[in-house]
């Protein structure tokens, strides 16, 4: 039985069907479609402004708007098309990823680093060196944000929820907002940061995530984070060893101190994480 609401009748005369459910936040539900306008399958999200709070209706979500609408990447979700209705939903009509890398990595225990970590991580940092180039920043990298096509192998950066424009420092921030597994120091001690190395905080530990399958620092207890981050990142015991530029990467990536992370252009120059491509090249002896 199907129970739409009058916004998801008016989806259908758009000629669009919405099916089974693909993810859920607080305040909107991303659901898989078909239309006869686009090939291939699409997701919308599907946002209801009636029961969102005025700091989301009013702040975040035209943030996240104006971010999808000005931006266009191989790495980041494709977004078609913004469609309003009255009753105050909001479809926003996108390509379908299969999977995100939270749910690969779960279904997987980890990612072999080399090649498929490190491909991803690639894919990613590609993205957000985009993003910092136009000033802008997204401040919710984690693994579930990261949507993956069928073949496991594109990386598509998707959620631009606290997304916002930034010039990095000496611009600061002062929402803390993100997930607090993924959030560094400074945000979890509130202190006004560089919104820009903290994304870069949060790409250390999507890295770490996919490599280990575990998290670097458990949010239990969030207060004690930042002491814990602060003594830096530790590997879980009987993990196969990694290679050493990997877990160099990931130390430079989760500096205590904002000021000593690495740029994101910088992190895309890491020779590890170009190996991939450079080992293609044919060696000059
Ligand atoms: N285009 C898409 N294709 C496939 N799955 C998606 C897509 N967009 C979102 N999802 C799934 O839905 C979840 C929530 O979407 P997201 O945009 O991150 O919303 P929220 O702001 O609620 O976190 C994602 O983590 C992912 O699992
Ligand atoms: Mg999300």
Redesign the pocket.
Known sequence: MSKSSGGDRWLNELGYKLGQT?????????R?ATSAKYKGP??I?VVDRRRAPPDFVHKFLPRELSILRAIRHPNI?RVFEFIEVCNGKLYIV???????L??LVQQLGKLPCIPEARDIFLQVVSAVRYLHDRNLVHR?LKC??V?LTADGRRA?L??F?FGRESRGYPDLSTTYCGSAAYASPEVLLGIPYDPKKYDVWSLGVVLYVMVTGCMPFDDSHIHSMPRRQKKGVFYPEGLPPLPEPCKSLIAQLLQFSPASRPGVGQVAKNSWLKGGTLNKEPSSK
């Open positions: 693909l993810g859920e936040g607080s305040y909107s539900k991303v898989v699409l997701a999200k979700v996108m390509e379908a990823a299969s999977t995100d939270l749910q919710d579930e944000n949507l598509k998707t959620d929820g």
